[in-house]
RNA sequence: GCGGGCGUGGCGGAAUGGCAGACGCGCCGGUCUUAGGAGCCGGUGUCUUCGACGUAAGGGUUCAAGUCCCUUCGCCCGCACCA
């Protein structure tokens, strides 16, 4: 019989469709495994080889603890809401819930030919008004904790988009989506205060299970900071307050810069003598994205605001104050004071317009640049400060400025509060009414889901508000306080909305009357396993985080975090290494490789390309190999005979069944492959297999190769279906062969390699190398120093 | 500029501080064949052999370094000049 991989996968997959084979109980008594992959965007591109890598990986785990005897939810669900299905409704005049349901079905069918062990029944979808009454639910909840709030302020505006997007959104300067130029605008916006939670967010980063690099990412994100805020006087007599992690230095501060944006420019628009000057270099700055006052940074601009200045608190020193697109409003006071000597940006600064810079700690070379590494330092120049180590100035120069009340200590964030808005159609509308009386109400939540109304149109309008904006019959309502005419809110959620909670649907997707049971979120919580891509580290890992916390904190999920271990895949690259692309032509299709090479082939391709967490290219001939390996598979499985392991592969089955389910769980997919490669090369050289033998082969290739392995054990006739067996164990002892071989070094050089037993003593071993000709040749006429044994690895003369 | 990674045969990649190159691709040779771009068997880091040299380059720690430390170079990812 041929190795017909169509008729079988074809097969297999709708067997288990009929029998629900991979359906998660509700029986919440027996042990649970949730396992989580990213739920998708889906694009009109269809699925890509990417997409395959992580929900393969995660669908091994997830077979194995099926066969290891626990209750597993691996479920999988829609992203759906987005600006790229809204571009293309636009272009084509097709309504985007149309244009997603073609594209889900696409993808649920390509997914489907993997044969991945999703549980179907569970599936979600961000846009299905059952799925967002909730998603408005939780912004209600926010709402009504005072973490959603309206906030005039600078936004990134995308001049293609004619939308706003979120800071983290912003790649390069220019908007993410559709690469348009990014401006800064003012504008009313939706915010989320998920600052509220930065101490929550980092502190239990210590009692979760990510990969370091994930940790470190988010560490770097929230970027906690400690240090002072300074209140300087200036000379018309308002303070400007800064903030600053070298409060130490505040002797060596000769100058102020403030941002280009500060409102207290306005306030004194009289006074500033050339305020013609600020006001042309304001326009400038706000043309320019953050990125790319960044990337100007070697060349620091700026202009000084004459007729006023700053008194330094400390010496009573007027220092002038600056306009300069180096600092941003955005993080601190929007103020910095400027201490050349010890700062690489305000040493720069000063060098161009010629201010005074001085060292106020001992050690560096300030004239030729600024001595920022001065952590150890001695303090000079600093009246009362001086000889103390840095960091004890920094306590003492603290206290000074509280005694005083002209600065107090402050910790800092970098992480910014979300802005929570679009001026969109195809996002959750946010269930809120502007009421001229009450001001902004939410909806009641029997109200809920407030659904998205039918537009002809989906343009954002010439100001850039949303669809919405132009449907006065959808806006026009009444308070849900005072009854009064009002007007409903018309933005629309941001995509990060849905995918902040989609984990906790999946636990009991089709409650009405709660996001989920609480039997059911008690059960499953925390999804013991997420794998997804870097990318999303800061963003959407960090944002649903942030929604869970809260949840947990109002009672809803049981808790504190969503995810007790992340892991993350690296991309798959093109056969060129480059990303793939359209424009690069170098797209592999997942469709192509099923119908030339099979889903087994294609998932174990998958696994095999490389170190998981690595990116790896793509490379169509490789994929031989692995079609190859399952071709001598179903030959040798024709060969089958009764009877159980054979003596001279006992070993070899124990080692293989430890290497498989240590590798699988260490996401070393890769290697787990390979040892099994190894043993069917064993196999084969005997020329033959027994059952015994094949019904363990087949169980540790199962999770990788499920249908090749369904049929094989059915044409062999083993009972039952191979997913309904259970994972077979090992024994340590039988792991260990009686003898090993080991290397015979001198001086670290390799001279000889000795069978021995396994227990072999250290004294014996050494006896053994030495007698070796050529150790004994490598030895001779030197003084033996050392002796080195190392059980089952190596003997180590070291010889003068 | 800042933060996080990564540099190993022709290629993808293996390697708890302990024999570098597992496994696979490709390539070379053989076999079978009317034929071979199928299958099977053997070989395959470099150098001229005994042997020596080899994990981006240089230095260090160690009996022993791809692995740990320092310096340099190159590449990738992220970014908000974060004061």
């Given at each position: 019989?041929?190795?017909?991989?169509?008729?079988?996968?074809?097969?297999?997959?709708?067997?288990?469709?009929?029998?629900?084979?991979?359906?998660?109980?509700?029986?919440?008594?027996?042990?649970?495994?949730?396992?989580?992959?990213?739920?998708?965007?889906?694009?009109?591109?269809?699925?890509?080889?990417?997409?395959?890598?992580?929900?393969?990986?995660?669908?091994?785990?997830?077979?194995?603890?099926?066969?290891?005897?626990?209750?597993?939810?691996?479920?999988?669900?829609?992203?759906?809401?987005?600006?790229?299905?809204?571009?293309?409704?636009?272009?084509?005049?097709?309504?985007?819930?149309?244009?997603?349901?073609?594209?889900?079905?696409?993808?649920?069918?390509?997914?489907?030919?993997?044969?991945?062990?999703?549980?179907?029944?569970?599936?979600?979808?961000?846009?299905?008004?059952?799925?967002?009454?909730?998603?408005?639910?939780?912004?209600?909840?926010?709402?009504?904790?005072?973490?959603?709030?309206?906030?005039?302020?600078?936004?990134?505006?995308?001049?293609?988009?004619?939308?706003?997007?979120?800071?983290?959104?912003?790649?390069?300067?220019?908007?993410?989506?559709?690469?348009?130029?990014?401006?800064?605008?003012?504008?009313?916006?939706?915010?989320?205060?998920?600052?509220?939670?930065?101490?929550?967010?980092?502190?239990?980063?210590?009692?979760?299970?990510?990969?370091?690099?994930?940790?470190?990412?988010?560490?770097?994100?929230?970027?906690?900071?400690?240090?002072?805020?300074?209140?300087?006087?200036?000379?018309?007599?308002?303070?400007?307050?800064?903030?600053?992690?070298?409060?130490?230095?505040?002797?060596?501060?000769?100058?102020?810069?403030?941002?280009?944006?500060?409102?207290?420019?306005?306030?004194?628009?009289?006074?500033?003598?050339?305020?013609?000057?600020?006001?042309?270099?304001?326009?400038?700055?706000?043309?320019?994205?953050?990125?790319?006052?960044?990337?100007?940074?070697k060349d620091k601009t700026g202009v000084r605001l004459d007729g006023v200045a700053a008194i330094n608190p400390v010496n009573d020193r007027e220092i002038p104050i600056f306009i300069s697109d180096y600092v941003l409003v955005s993080y601190g006071t929007g103020a910095i004071m400027a201490v050349p000597g010890h700062d690489t940006r305000d040493w720069e600064f000063a060098k161009k317009f010629g201010l005074p810079i001085i060292e106020v700690v001992k050690g560096g070379d300030i004239e030729k640049e600024a001595f920022t590494d001065c952590a150890t330092?001695?303090?000079?120049?600093?009246?009362?400060?001086?000889?103390?180590?840095?960091?004890?100035?920094?306590?003492?120069?603290?206290?000074?400025?509280?005694?005083?009340?002209?600065?107090?200590?402050?910790?800092?964030?970098?992480?910014?509060?979300?802005?929570?808005?679009?001026?969109?159609?195809?996002?959750?509308?946010?269930?809120?009414?502007?009421?001229?009386?009450?001001?902004?109400?939410?909806?009641?939540?029997?109200?809920?889901?407030?659904?998205?109304?039918?537009?002809?149109?989906?343009?954002?309008?010439?100001?850039?508000?949303?669809?919405?904006?132009?449907?006065?019959?959808?806006?026009?309502?009444?308070?849900?306080?005072?009854?009064?005419?009002?007007?409903?809110?018309?933005?629309?959620?941001?995509?990060?909305?849905?995918?902040?909670?989609?984990?906790?649907?999946?636990?009991?997707?089709?409650?009405?009357?709660?996001?989920?049971?609480?039997?059911?979120?008690?059960?499953?919580?925390?999804?013991?396993?997420?794998?997804?891509?870097?990318?999303?580290?800061?963003?959407?890992?960090?944002?649903?985080?942030?929604?869970?916390?809260?949840?947990?904190?109002?009672?809803?999920?049981?808790?504190?975090?969503?995810?007790?271990?992340?892991?993350?895949?690296?991309?798959?690259?093109?056969?060129?290494?480059?990303?793939?692309?359209?424009?690069?032509?170098?797209?592999?299709?997942?469709?192509?490789?099923?119908?030339?090479?099979?889903?087994?082939?294609?998932?174990?391709?998958?696994?095999?390309?490389?170190?998981?967490?690595?990116?790896?290219?793509?490379?169509?001939?490789?994929?031989?190999?692995?079609?190859?390996?399952?071709?001598?598979?179903?030959?040798?499985?024709?060969?089958?005979?009764?009877?159980?392991?054979?003596?001279?592969?006992?070993?070899?089955?124990?080692?293989?069944?430890?290497?498989?389910?240590?590798?699988?769980?260490?996401?070393?997919?890769?290697?787990?492959?390979?040892?099994?490669?190894?043993?069917?090369?064993?196999?084969?050289?005997?020329?033959?297999?027994?059952?015994?033998?094949?019904?363990?082969?087949?169980?540790?290739?199962?999770?990788?190769?499920?249908?090749?392995?369904?049929?094989?054990?059915?044409?062999?006739?083993?009972?039952?279906?191979?997913?309904?067996?259970?994972?077979?164990?090992?024994?340590?002892?039988?792991?260990?062969?009686?003898?090993?071989?080991?290397?015979?070094?001198?001086?670290?050089?390799?001279?000889?390699?000795?069978?021995v037993p396994v227990d072999i003593s250290q004294d014996d071993a050494i006896a053994l190398a030495l007698s070796d000709e050529k150790v004994a040749q490598a030895v001779e006429g030197k003084t033996i120093v050392k002796q080195i044994y190392i059980k089952g690895r190596l003997v180590n003369i070291v010889a003068k």
């Amino acid at each position: 019989m041929k190795y017909d991989y169509k008729k079988i996968e074809k097969k297999w997959q709708d067997i288990w469709d009929e029998k629900g084979t991979f359906h998660a109980v509700n029986d919440y008594s027996k042990p649970k495994y949730y396992a989580l992959v990213e739920f998708p965007y889906p694009s009109g591109q269809g699925l890509h080889v990417g997409h395959p890598r992580s929900y393969t990986a995660l669908d091994i785990v997830a077979r194995k603890k099926r066969f290891e005897g626990y209750n597993v939810l691996y479920p999988m669900g829609w992203d759906a809401f987005g600006l790229p299905t809204e571009n293309f409704a636009i272009k084509n005049h097709i309504h985007p819930e149309i244009v997603t349901k073609n594209n889900i079905a696409r993808f649920k069918s390509q997914l489907k030919s993997l044969g991945l062990s999703f549980d179907w029944s569970r599936e979600v979808n961000t846009t299905d008004p059952g799925y967002y009454k909730w998603t408005q639910w939780i912004f209600l909840q926010l709402f009504k904790k005072g973490l959603a709030y309206k906030k005039e302020m600078n936004v990134n505006w995308c001049n293609g988009c004619k939308c706003v997007l979120a800071n983290e959104e912003v790649v390069n300067g220019v908007c993410e989506r559709c690469g348009g130029e990014v401006v800064h605008k003012t504008k009313s916006q939706w915010m989320l205060k998920i600052t509220e939670y930065a101490q929550k967010l980092l502190d239990d980063l210590d009692t979760v299970d990510y990969i370091e690099r994930v940790k470190t990412q988010q560490r770097n994100w929230i970027g906690r900071s400690t240090g002072a805020e300074v209140r300087f006087s200036t000379t018309q007599g308002d303070t400007l307050t800064v903030y600053t992690t070298r409060p130490d230095t505040l002797f060596g501060a000769t100058y102020m810069v403030i941002s280009p944006e500060h409102k207290i420019i306005d306030k004194w628009s009289d006074v500033i003598t050339n305020m013609d000057e600020v006001v042309a270099y304001r326009e400038a700055a706000a043309r320019k994205s953050d990125f790319e006052r960044t990337e100007v940074a070697k060349d620091k601009t700026g202009v000084r605001l004459d007729g006023v200045a700053a008194i330094n608190p400390v010496n009573d020193r007027e220092i002038p104050i600056f306009i300069s697109d180096y600092v941003l409003v955005s993080y601190g006071t929007g103020a910095i004071m400027a201490v050349p000597g010890h700062d690489t940006r305000d040493w720069e600064f000063a060098k161009k317009f010629g201010l005074p810079i001085i060292e106020v700690v001992k050690g560096g070379d300030i004239e030729k640049e600024a001595f920022t590494d001065c952590a150890t330092g001695i303090m000079v120049n600093s009246g009362f400060l001086d000889g103390l180590p840095v960091e004890e100035a920094k306590v003492k120069i603290t206290e000074f400025l509280t005694e005083k009340g002209i600065g107090e200590p402050k910790v800092n964030f970098k992480l910014r509060d979300w802005v929570f808005a679009r001026q969109r159609y195809w996002g959750e509308p946010i269930p809120i009414v502007h009421c001229p009386v009450c001001g902004y109400v939410p909806l009641d939540e029997s109200q809920l889901p407030l659904t998205l109304p039918e537009v002809e149109s989906y343009e954002p309008a010439e100001n850039g508000d949303s669809p919405l904006s132009t449907l006065t019959e959808w806006i026009e309502t009444t308070c849900p306080k005072c009854g009064g005419k009002a007007q409903r809110e018309t933005d629309t959620m941001p995509q990060w909305a849905g995918s902040s909670w989609y984990f906790l649907r999946y636990c009991d997707p089709h409650n009405d009357d709660a996001l989920a049971s609480k039997e059911a979120l008690e059960y499953w919580l925390p999804v013991d396993w997420y794998n997804g891509g870097m990318e999303h580290t800061t963003l959407h890992l960090l944002y649903s985080r942030f929604w869970h916390k809260f949840l947990y904190d109002i009672g809803v999920v049981p808790t504190p975090e969503p995810y007790a271990k992340r892991t993350s895949h690296g991309m798959i690259l093109g056969e060129d290494g480059q990303k793939m692309s359209k424009s690069r032509g170098n797209v592999v299709n997942p469709d192509e490789v099923v119908r030339d090479y099979g889903a087994d082939t294609m998932r174990l391709y998958e696994m095999f390309i490389g170190d998981f967490e690595k990116a790896a290219p793509w490379n169509t001939n490789s994929i031989k190999g692995c079609k190859r390996f399952l071709d001598r598979v179903w030959n040798l499985a024709e060969k089958v005979t009764d009877g159980g392991i054979r003596p001279q592969f006992e070993s070899a089955f124990h080692k293989t069944i430890k290497k498989v389910g240590e590798d699988i769980e260490r996401l070393k997919q890769n290697t787990a492959i390979a040892a099994l490669m190894t043993l069917l090369n064993e196999l084969e050289a005997s020329k033959s297999v027994t059952k015994g033998e094949m019904k363990i082969f087949l169980t540790l290739l199962n999770p990788f190769a499920p249908h090749i392995t369904e049929e094989l054990w059915e044409n062999i006739g083993f009972e039952g279906m191979l997913n309904e067996t259970t994972w077979p164990k090992y024994d340590e002892a039988k792991c260990v062969d009686s003898t090993v071989e080991i290397v015979a070094q001198v001086n670290g050089k390799v001279k000889a390699k000795l069978n021995v037993p396994v227990d072999i003593s250290q004294d014996d071993a050494i006896a053994l190398a030495l007698s070796d000709e050529k150790v004994a040749q490598a030895v001779e006429g030197k003084t033996i120093v050392k002796q080195i044994y190392i059980k089952g690895r190596l003997v180590n003369i070291v010889a003068k």
